[in-house]
């Protein structure tokens, strides 16, 4: 089942709507001759086309996150090499891949059970 969909703003659903991954983040891996980006909360951001060039910057991204307790570096920079590194590394993309799906199903359930709460309320 792929629920993929690049933009969610033009199928007219709801940022809610969509699956949490979607709506937050997504990579693709290396295709032959495309140009790489990550897709995050919406805004498109261009990635160097060099394989090695970015697994360093998804590398250095998730230590400076280890870092989080100095100025300006902090733990929001682990989540975002991790993505980075999702496009090129397939052990990543599967850890990824699976947290989108975990968070997806909890939100969907949590959204569930607080419209049940409202109707039993009203």
Same mark, same amino acid.
């Not at 991954?21 to 160097?48: C, I």
């Not at 090129?88 to 989108?100: I, K, M, Q, T």
């Given at each position: ?16 709507? /969509?699956?949490?991954?979607? /709506? ?22 261009? +990635? ?17 996150? +280890? ?54 309320? /009203?």
């Amino acid at each position: 089942m792929d629920n993929r969909t690049d933009r969610i703003e033009d199928e007219g659903r709801h940022i809610a709507d /969509a699956p949490i991954g979607e /709506a937050f983040a997504s990579s693709e891996p290396d295709v032959a001759g495309q140009k790489q980006s990550m897709r995050l909360f919406g805004r498109n951001f261009d +990635l160097p086309q060099n394989r090695w060039l970015r697994i360093s910057i998804g590398t250095l991204l998730v230590i400076g996150g +280890l870092f989080g307790f100095l100025p300006v570096l902090g733990i929001w920079m682990v989540p975002l090499g991790l993505i980075v590194l999702s496009i090129d590394l397939p052990v990543v993309r599967r850890l990824r891949r699976r947290s989108d799906v975990w968070a997806t199903r909890r939100y969907r359930e949590w959204k569930t059970k607080r419209a049940q709460e409202r109707q039993t309320r /009203a």
